[in-house]
C-alpha cells in the first residue's frame, strides 16, 4: 500500500505521503494494535496531538510494528492552552516523553486561538524546538490567512503546512488558493466529513463510479 500513496514535499524540504492515518479516539491497547496493523499495512504517515491523549499510544504502536522510525512521519499538535513561550517548549517536550520519541517529524499549533493572542509566540517556539533537533517541519491547524500572515511577518518563517476541515461539503476553495499561493500545504482533517451523509450522496457515488473507486 505504502507504494501507491504519492509523496508530497513541503516547503522545507520535507516528504510526506499524501494519505495518513488519524488516531483521534484511538487510545490504550486497542488504540496501539490499531496503529500497528495502520503501519504494517502500508500507512507512513501518523497524526496524533497532546489533546487527543494518546501520544503514548501511538508511541507504542511504532515500537510495535515492522517499519523503522525513520520511514515514518508522526505528527503531534500544541495544546492552545500552552501558547506561552516557556508552556510551548515544555508541552514540546512532554509531548515527545509521552510517545518515547526523540523528535516529531510534524508538530503544529493545534488552533489560533485569537482571542488569546500568544499563536505568535507558540510559533517561536515551534521555531526554536525545529533548530534544538526537537521536531524536523513545523506547522499549523485551523489558521486563517491573517494569523499565517502574521506568523510570517513577525518571525520571518512560515509554515509548512495548514490542516483544516477540509471535506466534499467543506471545499475551503479561498484558504486553498491562499495557501497555494504562499506555498503553504493544504492538509484536510475529518476528510471523510465524518461520515455524515456522504457514504449515500449520489454525486459522489457516481464520480467513484466513474474512478472505479469506494466512495471513502
Ligand atoms: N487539526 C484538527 O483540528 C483536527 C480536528 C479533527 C480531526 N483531526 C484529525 O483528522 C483525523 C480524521 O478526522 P475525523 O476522524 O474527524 O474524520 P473522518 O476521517 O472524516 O471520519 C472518520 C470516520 O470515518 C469512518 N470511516 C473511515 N473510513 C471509512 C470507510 N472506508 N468506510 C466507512 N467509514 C469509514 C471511521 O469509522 P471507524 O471509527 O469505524 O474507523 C470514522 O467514524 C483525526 O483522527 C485527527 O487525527 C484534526
Redo the contacts with the bound molecule.
Keep these: 500500500m505504502s507504494q501507491s500513496i504519492p509523496e508530497i514535499q513541503l516547503n522545507d524540504g520535507l516528504t510526506i505521503p499524501a494519505l495518513g492515518f ?3 479516539r484511538l487510545n490504550g491497547n486497542r488504540g496501539a494494535s490499531a496503529v500497528q496493523s495502520a503501519i504494517d499495512s502500508g500507512y507512513r504517515l501518523i ?3 497532546y489533546n487527543y491523549e494518546n501520544e503514548a499510544t501511538v508511541g507504542e504502536g511504532i515500537r510495535r510494528s515492522s517499519i523503522p522510525r525513520n520511514e515514518l512521519r508522526i505528527t503531534s ?1 500544541l495544546p492552545g492552552r500552552y501558547h506561552e513561550y516557556d508552556k510551548a517548549v515544555t508541552a514540546i517536550q512532554e509531548s515527545l516523553f509521552r510517545a518515547q520519541l526523540d523528535y516529531y517529524d510534524l508538530y ?1 499549533i ?2 489560533p486561538n485569537p482571542k488569546e493572542d500568544l499563536y505568535v509566540e507558540a510559533w517561536q517556539a515551534l521555531i526554536d524546538a525545529q533548530k534544538w533537533g526537537l521536531i524536523r517541519s513545523i506547522g499549523v ?2 489558521f486563517l490567512p491573517e494569523h499565517l500572515d502574521r506568523l510570517e511577518q513577525e518571525t520571518g518563517i512560515k509554515p509548512s503546512m495548514n ?1 483544516v ?1 477540509l ?1 466534499p461539503f467543506f471545499n475551503q476553495e479561498e484558504q486553498r488558493a491562499y495557501h497555494q499561493e504562499k506555498q503553504i500545504q493544504t492538509q484536510s ?7 455524515q451523509n456522504i ?1 449515500d450522496n449520489e454525486v459522489i457515488q457516481s464520480v467513484a463510479d466513474h474512478y472505479d473507486k ?1 466512495v ?1
Excluded: I, M
Design positions: 488519524g488516531t483521534y497524526d496524533t496531538a499538535k503544529l493545534h488552533w491547524c485551523n490542516q476541515e471535506h482533517w475529518s476528510p471523510l466529513a465524518r461520515v457514504l469506494t471513502s
